[in-house]
C-alpha cells in the first residue's frame, strides 16, 4: 500500500498557502498573500529537498493542478528551485476534478474523478504519494471523527 504525505504550508489558525507572494490567491478577500516566506530557512529547504529527493508521484485538486501546470513546465530548471521543477516533469502526475474539466495536457498527468479513484490508487503498487496545497482535497482524504468536532464543517 501507497503513503500519501501531505505537503503543505499551513498556519497555527489553518491557513493553507504556498510560499508565494502578495498576489498569491486572493480568493474570498485574503490579502495575506506570501506570509510563508518570512518563515522560509534553512530547515524549510532541507525538509522540501528531503520530500521532493524520495521517488514519489504527485497528487493535486483541481485548482492547484492547474497552478503547478501553468508554472512548472516552463520553470527554468538551472534556476533555484530547478530541482523541484526537474522532478515534476518525471513523474506522475493526479489530479482529482469531480467535473472533469481540467486540461490534462502536462507531461505525465493523469485524472482522476474523486476520492475513490485515490483510494485505489493507495493500493497500487508504486511510490508514495505526495499532495502540494489542494485544501480540499486534503480535507476529503482525511479520516472523520467518529465524536462531533467542530473542526470539521
Known amino acids: 500500500m501507497r503513503k500519501v504525505i501531505i505537503g503543505a504550508q499551513v498556519s497555527m489558525d489553518s491557513v493553507m498557502q504556498a510560499p508565494g507572494g502578495p498576489w498569491e490567491d486572493p480568493t474570498k478577500g485574503f490579502k495575506f498573500g506570501g506570509w510563508v516566506?518570512?518563515?522560509f530557512d534553512q530547515e524549510f529547504g532541507e525538509e522540501l529537498d528531503r520530500l521532493f529527493s524520495e521517488k514519489f508521484d504527485l497528487l493535486l485538486?483541481?485548482?492547484t493542478y492547474?497552478?503547478?501546470a501553468g508554472y512548472w513546465p516552463y520553470y527554468d530548471e538551472?534556476?533555484?528551485a530547478g530541482g523541484?521543477?526537474?522532478a515534476f516533469k518525471d513523474i506522475k502526475k493526479y489530479v482529482v476534478s469531480r467535473s472533469g474539466?481540467?486540461?490534462t495536457s502536462w507531461q505525465g498527468s493523469v485524472l482522476l474523478r474523486d476520492i475513490?479513484?485515490?483510494k485505489r490508487l493507495r493500493q497500487e503498487d508504486g511510490p508514495n504519494?505526495?499532495?502540494?496545497g489542494s485544501t480540499e482535497l486534503v480535507h476529503a482524504l482525511l479520516p472523520r471523527p467518529s465524536v462531533p468536532c467542530s473542526c470539521y464543517p
Open 78 to 80: 538551472t534556476a533555484p
Open 61 to 63: 485538486g483541481r485548482r
Open 37 to 39: 516566506m518570512p518563515y
Open 84 to 86: 523541484i521543477a526537474r
Open 101 to 103: 474539466e481540467v486540461e
Open 66 to 68: 492547474e497552478i503547478f
Open 129 to 132: 504519494i505526495v499532495t502540494q
Open 116 to 118: 475513490a479513484d485515490v
